[in-house]
């Protein structure tokens, strides 16, 4: 790293930029005009112009209104975020338009259609939360401001108003200690690759994916400025980064006498080391970091501060663990006396056994209430706030997770995200529930949930899944019939009915390391549903295809619900070879190893056909990013290595993170059974038992190469979406039924 500070006229502008904006709110509402236009035109540029954009009074909570006057759609909100709700609402309800990660329908009728009367509508809920540390990494990891402009709007549509904000963090970091005088030297142990900040910003590791180069640094300082400007333009209160006390490995030699704490994540990385909050010097450096945040990126005094994520405190003694939190508030307070803690509540769900009533109390009330704010993390799997008496007092928000690791499988819990919010907000023992929220490891799958969960946010009824989907589909494909009908019921009754046998959707066995068991330590292969029962779902939308191929969103759907067959085929199939080779019985271990091994190059091939399923783009972008060759092969390494290693060679989260992509499916899942399948067809030919053990020592360092290999990808999809479906429908389909017979 070159020594670097920040040009002090560049400070200026930007404090004085904050403290205009932040000290004149009252004339933020009007600025949303200008945002919300822009906005518009970015969604729908052809008819941006028959869209009047009006100021409604500010009510308590967001409202909007839509009406129609003469040949024009007016747009009413208190804010941008409930101008494009309007939007949105309009789109979805009268023009029958989608918007999603996975799939677009915004093919508006030449004479937009009229509005009867006002609508007039508000939310229930003063938060509407977005985004997990995961997610900057799962799948946010290589975004350029082009990506995060359409993930903005997406949320401005969606009636998102408090983003989780981090990109950056790192550059705040290193003028915090340049400041106290560490050199270039003492951070290279520091800092993290770039697709493992989630976790270095909450401290279970350093260093790993690294060394970080300061020009990463100073792009990604100006990127979450851009994201910044633009998320606080339409109304939205992006949450920071506060202190918890991780600190750099050199520390110590800095400060010899500082109380440090070793802790380890128990995941195959080093030690990292955390600053008691008893030290002085916790004060100290919490106050200069939102001190010199805030001067590079303004505040809205909302500051996201995990102290034990997966990493459980050295005692359950209540008091200490009240003075630790009183402490972390303080270190904020002091720097910003309007500063509001929000709570990332992962450790009361993921640490159960640790965080009962009496620790979670002490952690909760050493914080005055109207100074935090509880994020429910996982609330439509096991909502906390019915065994915390709703956070003892504090104002929290319901939260869909999702999805853990970004891994690729239709599944989710839609009836609970139904009618969980709407429940809970009825209901007289929630209390100070203030908000709902998005809180996913990772976007960009299974449209339906999010679209499903944001419905909540302008209604305080549940809603109705039968009328609901049926708006989904007719928004989405442009037709609503008996075929996507059929396809609906079933795929809300098997992958979207929840439960909770599972935690996530079930994996498919081709993605573990290979095995000759059902499952592997990440790829759990347990079903929430029959999988005999989900096939009804892909027989409709083939059927549904003739009628609804013009949709982009159905190709997408028509291509992950055959890729779910497939996926879900494998487990049976692997059945059999396991057979064939336990009975010895060379032949049809061929047999069916080779039909296995198809079975992976034909899913490949599917998902050619969609750029959301490409291998590609991921590692192109990551290259990107770099400015000379060996900053790219570092961004490689790390975009190659969290979707497959996660870390070393001895990585025990191998898979956590695993993806169905094309390319990834035939270069390493496939490889990888094909070295298994020579293996136990040697062991087989001379009568001798297989070194399983071996193998896995043997194909993880072959997965090391790959992670530190270079090979460049398909960016664009290849072949027919429909016509591939359909001709591996026609070759599988009598197959998997008559396995699950």
Same mark, same amino acid.
């Given at each position: 790293?070159?020594?670097y500070?920040?040009?002090?006229?560049?400070k200026?502008?930007?404090a004085?930029?904050?403290?205009?904006?932040?000290?004149?709110?009252?004339?933020l509402?009007?600025?949303?005009i200008?945002?919300?236009?822009?906005l518009?035109k970015?969604?729908?540029?052809?008819?941006?112009?028959?869209?009047v954009?009006?100021?409604?009074?500010?009510e308590q909570?967001?409202?909007?209104?839509?009406e129609s006057?003469?040949?024009?759609?007016?747009?009413?909100?208190?804010?941008g975020?409930?101008?494009?709700?309007a939007l949105?609402?309009?789109?979805?309800?009268?023009?029958?338009?989608q918007?999603?990660?996975?799939?677009?329908n915004?093919?508006?009728?030449?004479?937009l259609?009229?509005?009867?009367?006002?609508?007039?509508?508000?939310?229930?809920y003063?938060?509407r939360?977005?985004?997990?540390y995961?997610?900057?990494?799962?799948?946010?990891?290589w975004?350029?401001?082009?990506r995060?402009?359409?993930e903005?709007?997406?949320?401005?549509?969606?009636?998102?108003?408090?983003p989780?904000a981090?990109?950056?963090?790192?550059?705040?970091w290193?003028?915090?200690y340049?400041?106290?005088g560490?050199?270039?030297?003492?951070?290279?142990?520091?800092f993290?690759?770039?697709?493992?900040f989630?976790?270095?910003?909450?401290?279970?590791?350093?260093?790993?994916?690294?060394?970080?180069?300061?020009?990463w640094?100073?792009?990604?300082?100006d990127l979450?400025?851009?994201?910044?400007?633009?998320?606080?333009?339409?109304?939205?209160?992006p949450?920071l980064?506060s202190?918890t006390?991780?600190?750099?490995?050199?520390?110590?030699?800095?400060?010899?006498?500082?109380?440090l704490?070793?802790?380890?994540?128990?995941n195959g990385?080093?030690?990292?080391?955390?600053l008691?909050t008893e030290?002085p010097?916790?004060?100290?450096?919490?106050r200069?970091?939102?001190? &010199?945040?805030?001067v590079?990126y303004?505040?809205?005094? @909302? *500051?996201?501060?995990? #102290?034990? !994520?997966?990493?459980?405190?050295?005692?359950?003694?209540?008091?200490?663990?009240s003075?630790?939190?009183s402490?972390?508030?303080?270190?904020?307070?002091?720097?910003?006396?309007?500063?509001?803690w929000?709570?990332q509540?992962w450790l009361?769900?993921?640490?159960?056994?640790?965080?009962?009533?009496?620790?979670?109390?002490?952690l909760?009330?050493?914080?005055?209430?109207?100074?935090?704010i509880?994020?429910?993390?996982?609330?439509?799997?096991?909502?906390v706030?019915?065994?915390t008496?709703?956070?003892?007092?504090?104002?929290?928000?319901?939260?869909m997770?999702?999805?853990?690791?970004?891994?690729i499988?239709?599944f989710?819990?839609?009836?609970e995200?139904?009618?969980g919010?709407?429940?809970a907000?009825?209901?007289?023992?929630s209390?100070?529930l203030?908000?709902?929220?998005? &809180?996913?490891?990772?976007?960009?799958?299974?449209?339906? @949930? *999010?679209?499903?969960? #944001?419905? !909540?946010?302008?209604?305080d009824?549940?809603?109705?899944l039968?009328?609901?989907?049926?708006?989904y589909?007719?928004?989405r494909y442009?037709?609503?019939?008996?075929?996507?009908?059929?396809?609906?019921?079933?795929?809300?009754?098997?992958?979207?009915s929840?439960?909770?046998i599972?935690?996530?959707?079930?994996?498919?066995i081709?993605?573990?390391?290979?095995t000759?068991?059902?499952?592997?330590?990440w790829?759990?292969t347990?079903f929430?549903?029959?999988?005999k029962d989900?096939?009804?779902?892909?027989?409709?939308m083939?059927?549904?295809?003739?009628v609804?191929s013009?949709?982009d969103?159905?190709r997408?759907?028509?291509?992950?619900?055959?890729?779910?067959?497939?996926?879900?085929?494998?487990?049976?199939?692997?059945?059999r070879?396991v057979t064939?080779y336990r009975?010895?019985?060379i032949?049809?271990?061929?047999?069916?190893?080779?039909?296995?091994?198809?079975?992976i190059?034909?899913?490949?091939?599917?998902?050619?056909?969609?750029?959301?399923?490409?291998?590609?783009p991921?590692?192109?972008?990551?290259?990107?990013?770099g400015?000379?060759?060996?900053?790219k092969?570092?961004?490689e390494?790390?975009?190659?290595?969290?979707?497959?290693?996660?870390g070393?060679?001895?990585?025990?989260l191998?898979e956590?993170?695993?993806?169905?992509w094309?390319?990834?499916?035939?270069?390493f899942?496939?490889?990888?059974?094909?070295?298994?399948f020579?293996?136990?067809?040697?062991a087989?030919?001379?009568g001798?038992?297989?070194?399983?053990?071996?193998?896995?020592?043997s194909v993880s360092q072959?997965e090391?190469?790959w992670?530190?290999?270079?090979?460049?990808?398909?960016?664009k999809?290849?072949g027919n979406?429909v016509?591939?479906?359909?001709?591996l429908?026609?070759?599988?389909?009598k197959?998997i039924g008559?396995a699950?017979?």
């Amino acid at each position: 790293m070159k020594k670097y500070s920040i040009n002090y006229c560049f400070k200026f502008v930007v404090a004085f930029f904050a403290l205009w904006a932040f000290s004149n709110s009252s004339l933020l509402a009007q600025v949303n005009i200008p945002a919300s236009r822009a906005l518009i035109k970015r969604i729908i540029p052809q008819q941006a112009f028959d869209f009047v954009v009006e100021q409604l009074e500010p009510e308590q909570k967001d409202a909007f209104e839509i009406e129609s006057r003469g040949n024009k759609i007016i747009l009413r909100g208190n804010n941008g975020v409930s101008v494009a709700s309007a939007l949105y609402d309009y789109l979805t309800h009268y023009a029958h338009c989608q918007v999603t990660w996975n799939g677009v329908n915004l093919h508006l009728p030449p004479k937009l259609p009229s509005v009867k009367g006002l609508v007039h509508k508000n939310t229930p809920y003063q938060y509407r939360y977005y985004l997990n540390y995961c997610t900057f990494n799962y799948s946010m990891s290589w975004w350029d401001w082009d990506r995060w402009q359409k993930e903005i709007d997406w949320m401005a549509l969606h009636g998102i108003n408090m983003p989780l904000a981090l990109t950056g963090q790192e550059y705040t970091w290193y003028e915090v200690y340049k400041s106290m005088g560490f050199s270039d030297t003492d951070l290279n142990d520091f800092f993290c690759g770039p697709a493992y900040f989630s976790w270095f910003w909450m401290g279970n590791l350093d260093g790993w994916g690294g060394p970080l180069p300061l020009s990463w640094m100073e792009s990604h300082r100006d990127l979450q400025l851009k994201i910044l400007q633009r998320e606080r333009s339409l109304g939205m209160k992006p949450i920071l980064q506060s202190f918890t006390g991780h600190v750099p490995p050199s520390f110590q030699k800095h400060f010899p006498t500082s109380k440090l704490k070793k802790t380890n994540w128990n995941n195959g990385f080093a030690d990292t080391y955390i600053l008691d909050t008893e030290d002085p010097l916790f004060a100290d450096i919490g106050r200069r970091f939102i001190e &010199t945040q805030t001067v590079l990126y303004g505040t809205d005094h @909302l *500051y996201s501060a995990d #102290t034990f !994520n997966e990493n459980e405190p050295p005692t359950s003694d209540t008091a200490y663990l009240s003075a630790l939190s009183s402490r972390v508030y303080q270190a904020m307070s002091k720097a910003d006396p309007k500063a509001t803690w929000v709570m990332q509540g992962w450790l009361f769900y993921s640490d159960r056994k640790f965080w009962k009533q009496p620790q979670v109390k002490a952690l909760l009330d050493a914080v005055p209430n109207d100074h935090m704010i509880v994020l429910d993390l996982a609330a439509e799997i096991q909502p906390v706030w019915k065994r915390t008496e709703a956070f003892y007092g504090k104002p929290w928000i319901w939260n869909m997770l999702h999805n853990f690791g970004g891994n690729i499988v239709l599944f989710g819990r839609m009836n609970e995200v139904a009618d969980g919010p709407a429940s809970a907000l009825a209901d007289p023992e929630s209390k100070r529930l203030a908000g709902i929220g998005l &809180t996913m490891e990772a976007i960009e799958q299974n449209p339906v @949930l *999010y679209e499903l969960m #944001t419905a !909540n946010i302008w209604q305080d009824k549940p809603i109705n899944l039968d009328e609901w989907l049926k708006q989904y589909q007719l928004n989405r494909y442009g037709h609503y019939n008996k075929y996507t009908a059929q396809a609906w019921k079933v795929l809300r009754n098997t992958v979207y009915s929840g439960g909770h046998i599972i935690r996530d959707g079930s994996e498919s066995i081709i993605t573990g390391r290979p095995t000759l068991d059902s499952n592997t330590v990440w790829t759990h292969t347990t079903f929430n549903y029959k999988p005999k029962d989900f096939l009804p779902a892909w027989d409709a939308m083939i059927k549904a295809a003739p009628v609804c191929s013009n949709s982009d969103g159905f190709r997408y759907d028509l291509v992950d619900v055959t890729r779910q067959a497939l996926a879900n085929y494998a487990l049976p199939l692997q059945s059999r070879w396991v057979t064939a080779y336990r009975q010895k019985n060379i032949a049809d271990f061929k047999k069916y190893s080779s039909q296995y091994l198809r079975l992976i190059s034909d899913m490949d091939t599917l998902l050619a056909t969609r750029k959301d399923f490409l291998l590609g783009p991921w590692l192109a972008d990551a290259r990107k990013q770099g400015n000379t060759i060996a900053e790219k092969d570092i961004y490689e390494r790390n975009a190659r290595d969290l979707i497959t290693l996660w870390g070393d060679a001895n990585s025990p989260l191998h898979e956590y993170s695993c993806r169905q992509w094309s390319c990834l499916l035939n270069d390493f899942y496939k490889v990888r059974w094909e070295k298994f399948f020579a293996l136990l067809n040697d062991a087989l030919q001379q009568g001798k038992e297989a070194d399983l053990k071996g193998f896995d020592k043997s194909v993880s360092q072959w997965e090391w190469q790959w992670a530190n290999a270079h090979k460049n990808y398909p960016l664009k999809s290849t072949g027919n979406s429909v016509k591939q479906a359909n001709t591996l429908y026609n070759k599988y389909r009598k197959l998997i039924g008559a396995a699950y017979e």
